[in-house]
């Protein structure tokens, strides 16, 4: 059983979030959620995050990152070692693919592999048009300038 919500109403009362309700609506989202290989997400700053994977085994080789628009997608590839027969296999050594929906403007920063940790570092950089600006308010009548925009003054 599948639940539709209907952003409809939202629509009327707001502007420029297409992509939320379409991210929303993504049957990608609703899929089985693979639970392999463990990851944790943690905010280390305000605009900072950073993304931590558990790939035991694997060697930079075998991992690709790959940033697409606003999705991060890690791929790990283990070569198969031919030596020997296995009585017992209990490393995971699978191959697998982890996609993380990013928000605009979030962009990878850093990368590395310690001790069988895959760490991504992100930032989220805001661009200076998109920052909350002040706007004087004038009398266009006068002859004066109507609007005039100040961005932040920055102090060298």
Known sequence: MRNEFDFAPLYRSSIGFDRVFNLLNNPQRLQAIETWPPYDIVKSGED???????????????????????????????????????LHRGIAGRSFERRFELADHVRVENA????????????????????????????STSGQTPLQIEGDKQVA
């Open 112 to 139: 590395s592999l310690t001790n069988g940790l895959l760490t991504v570092d992100l930032k989220r950089e805001i661009p200076e048009a998109m920052k909350p600006r002040k706007i004087a308010i004038g009398n």
């Open 48 to 86: 900072d995050y950073r993304i931590q994977m558990a790939v035991a085994g694997f060697a930079d080789s075998d991992l690709d990152i790959t940033q697409e628009r606003n999705v991060l997608i890690v791929k790990g590839q283990k070569n198969e070692d031919k030596e020997g027969e296995y």
